[in-house]
């Protein structure tokens, strides 16, 4: 929604809206337009109108984040109908021109009888048509789609790629740190990752009951690496050992989120998350197609994936956002037809690189407009029931 900022300054990424990442400088009483996202520490904002599900769906569509085959489909068509229409017009020659000798009292009759009977007007609307139905088919599954356009591209996928925190898992079966801060650590720890939108971040706020009163002066967020910012003049480093600066090694199921205080490691949170429960029966039912699984965490949690992918599954981890991208270009490149699907925080490059990208959403209404399709968390088991009903439409 546009909103008056009310705080002395902020950033502004408006990617959603141009594609361009450059942060806009704001400053107290500028308006902050709606699709704007909020970078560098956090800011309070009055909302100025209601949101709008045209303007959230015009942003969704804007130039800078359509595929380039995007409307193929309609080309097709298109090239039937032309097709078409010269086959009607030479059937209406050839029979008017029967008629003629036959009984020349029917020849208008009969030739404008052709002519209503075998209109090219079907044929044109027999793609809106199925494709406006189908996608009315899939919002009642929880599968929201950009434009039907997407719907024929879904039918062509023959590759599924998963991120996956926040895909494959979700949730924690268990937060706990090791090491030691005090309750105002603890306090400014869950400041910083209440201003993170990154999972584990979300489950590391909701495990500490503390809160501390300090406002964050100054706040960073390296997508794949970690969070940084400064409280009560305390310099906060949260994120990967690599991040933070560790250098031993640790190797278990949980991952390892390591916290910094004035360049000091104090310890890490081990957070054991839980996998989606229905996520091992997807998995199975797409075993004819090419899977791959790519993770920004770190090699921890291999043996785990590998228990519920099949084997030969390429399974890659220490993921940055470029290689997740390279990644399926060097698929495409293969001919390979690429679903991506992830939470779209660290996967925005991989889910618009993809011939179909789907930003799974849970309980915190984000995804990214590089994203083709959103679907509900709890919804993600239907997804070959939606992928074998985009391929109906083509029959």
């Known amino acids: ?91 209406a020659l050839v029979t008017g021109g029967y008629w003629y000798v036959v009984d020349s009292t029917q020849l208008w009759l009969i030739i404008t009888s052709v002519l209503m009977v075998a209109c090219p007007c079907a044929l044109a609307l027999a793609a809106p048509f199925t494709y406006g139905s189908m996608l009315r088919v899939l919002g009642n599954k929880g599968f929201y789609l950009k434009n039907a356009d997407v719907i024929e591209r879904l039918a062509t996928i023959d590759t599924v790629v998963f991120d996956k925190t926040g895909t494959v898992t979700y949730g924690a079966a268990d937060v706990k740190f090791i090491g030691v801060l005090d309750d105002q650590e603890l306090g400014w720890v869950k400041l910083l990752t209440s201003s993170s939108t990154h999972a584990l971040s979300v489950l590391i706020a909701k495990s500490i009951s503390v809160s501390s009163p300090s406002p964050i002066e100054s706040f960073n967020e390296k997508p794949g690496k970690g969070i940084q ?21 640790m190797m278990d199921i949980a991952s390892k989120v390591f916290v910094s205080v004035d360049g000091q490691i104090r310890g890490y949170f081990h957070v054991l998350t839980s996998l ?120």
């Open 229 to 249: 910012g400064i409280i009560a003049n305390h310099k906060m480093m949260i994120g990967s050992a690599s991040f933070v600066g560790f250098e031993g090694t």
């Open 276 to 395: 989606r429960p229905t996520i091992k029966n997807l998995i199975t039912q797409l075993e004819g197609k090419t899977l791959a699984l790519l993770s920004g965490d770190n090699e921890a949690d291999r043996e785990r994936m590998s228990s519920i992918f099949p084997a030969g599954t390429t399974l890659l981890f220490n993921q940055t956002p470029h290689d997740k991208l390279k990644f399926i270009s060097e698929l495409q490149k293969k001919g390979k037809k690429v679903m991506m699907i992830g939470d779209g925080l660290n996967d925005s490059g991989a889910l618009q690189q993809s011939d179909v990208g789907v930003a799974i959403t849970d309980d915190t209404g984000i995804f990214t407009p590089a994203c083709d399709g959103i679907l509900k968390g709890d919804r993600i088991q239907s997804l070959t029931q939606i992928m074998t009903l985009a391929r109906s439409t083509k029959g």
């Open 1 to 91: 929604a546009d909103s008056i900022l009310l705080d002395h300054e902020a950033y502004i990424d408006y990617s959603f809206v141009t594609g361009e990442s450059k942060p806009v400088h704001g400053k107290s009483g500028d308006l902050i337009y709606a699709g704007g996202r909020l970078i560098g520490h956090p800011a309070t904002l009055t909302v100025e109108k209601m949101t709008s599900q045209s303007q959230l769906t015009s942003l969704w569509n804007s130039d800078a984040f359509r595929k380039k085959d995007e409307s193929k489909y309609k080309k097709i068509i298109d090239q039937a109908a032309r097709k078409f229409t010269w086959a009607v017009m030479g059937i």
